[in-house]
């Protein structure tokens, strides 16, 4: 069954990989017998569902989460159910994948000062430079 990112982007069942394992930190002897840590792991670089571009920018937004042969490895053990560590590394998996999806914020253009603004800034110019003539001791004759 596909899993919807974007509407435009979906990735395949397969292309996410998920393993259990054993939670770290504290937890009692519940924490010792049971695996409800997912760690879910998907080539990035490898992926069909995605566009190169958005791969190598994917790649580069995962930091450490990445993997040199662009797999992101993502750890989930914040719970104590597997099923919602499942949900919750998948969640933050496909919020990457739309981070890196989003288009680049517009850049600022370039806009040139007014005639009122220029005009106020050489009078406030011409102001600060007449209070500081008088501060001046006057000439000697």
């Known amino acids: 069954m596909p ?28 924490v010792n017998k049971t695996s409800t840590a997912i760690e879910l792991r998907f080539d990035a670089r ?10 190598e920018k994917l790649i580069r937004l995962a930091g450490s989460r990445a993997t040199a042969e662009g797999v992101i490895v993502i750890k989930g053990q914040q719970f104590r159910s597997q099923l919602r560590n499942r949900q919750d590394a998948l969640e933050r998996l496909l919020a990457l994948i739309r ?37 001046q001791r006057p000439p000697e004759e």
């Open 99 to 135: 981070e890196a999806a989003a288009p680049p914020p517009p850049t600022r253009r370039p806009t040139r000062p007014t005639l009122g603004s220029k005009k106020r800034r050489l009078e406030a110019k011409t102001l600060r430079g007449s209070v500081k003539q008088n501060r």
């Open 46 to 55: 490898g992926s069909p569902s995605l566009p190169e571009a958005l791969r």
């Open 3 to 30: 899993i919807p990112v974007t509407p435009r982007i979906t990735l395949d069942d397969d292309e996410v990989q998920e393993s259990h394992v054993r939670a770290s930190g504290p937890g009692g002897q519940h």
